[in-house]
């Protein structure tokens, strides 16, 4: 149980146009989802916290404008990589807990993103 | 603010040896300490967990980690390893006041385990 989602596996887009990444909790329901970004051997860095049918909260230096972050329902939620630029690629994961005060978080495989 | 430092980036080691990957914290308050692996081409997955009580904590696949608390680690062991523990693994903290349960994670120690 608790298997996590991610649709693309990876993605290459050209410079300028969005991409969108979604995460999915296929045999549980997820209160809360995050988003983390991972650069090539360097750890995982938390993007953004969302709460099913609430705003997105963003960690400090990430541009909410620029990822935006959707958690329509119990078992998705989408990232949209805005206006991509070639620093925008990297290594997208995500992870859901069961609600928000569940300690435990269960990883999707990621999303390599590549603008070009 | 919360941070985790792991000391090892790279660690090779035959099978059979003994594994030590070192986990250091800096947060003053109750923090609960997580130990996740990444095997090729897979997702992160949970190996084991501190909330409190016993300091030694296992988890699975033969492995263990000790929390002490004056020294802010968080320590990984396995007495033995197998040539499938060749993974990255990463040490990550949740602690202090702030909703959502937001782990901080380490760089991350890429493990090769030689037959």
């Known amino acids: 149980g608790a298997v996590v989602s991610q649709h693309p596996s990876w993605v290459i887009c050209k410079s300028g146009t969005s991409v969108k990444i979604e995460c999915r909790s296929l045999?549980?329901?997820?209160?809360?989802m995050f988003w983390y970004r991972q650069f090539p051997k360097q750890s995982l860095m938390l993007m953004a916290t969302?709460?099913?049918?609430?705003?997105?909260?963003?960690e400090q230096g990430v541009e909410k404008d620029k990822f935006l972050i959707n958690h329509a329902s119990l078992t998705l939620s989408t990232l949209t990589v805005t206006s991509a630029h070639p620093e925008d690629s990297s290594f997208y994961i995500c992870?859901?807990?069961?609600?928000?005060?569940?300690?435990?978080?269960?990883f999707g495989p990621g999303t390599r993103l590549t603008v070009t | 603010a919360q941070s985790v430092s792991q000391h090892n980036h790279h660690v090779i080691l035959s099978e059979a040896a003994s594994l030590e990957l070192g986990c250091n914290y800096s947060?003053?308050?109750?923090?609960?300490l997580f130990w996740y692996v990444q095997y090729p081409g897979q997702h992160l997955q949970l190996l084991l967990k501190?909330?409190?009580?016993?300091?030694l904590v296992k988890g699975i696949k033969g492995f263990e980690a000790e929390f002490i608390k004056s020294k802010f680690s968080f320590n990984l062991r396995k007495p033995s390893v197998q040539w499938s523990d060749t993974a990255e693994y990463f040490c990550?903290?949740?602690?202090?006041?702030?909703?959502?349960?937001?782990?901080?994670f380490g760089a991350g120690t890429r493990l090769a385990v030689h037959p």
């Open positions: 990550a903290v949740k602690g202090g006041s702030g909703g959502y349960n937001k782990l901080i």
């Open positions: 969302s709460n099913e049918g609430s705003k997105a909260t963003y």
């Open positions: 501190y909330f409190s009580g016993d300091p």
């Open positions: 947060y003053g308050g109750t923090v609960n």
């Open positions: 992870s859901a807990a069961r609600d928000r005060d569940s300690y435990e978080q269960y």
């Open positions: 045999d549980f329901q997820a209160t809360t």
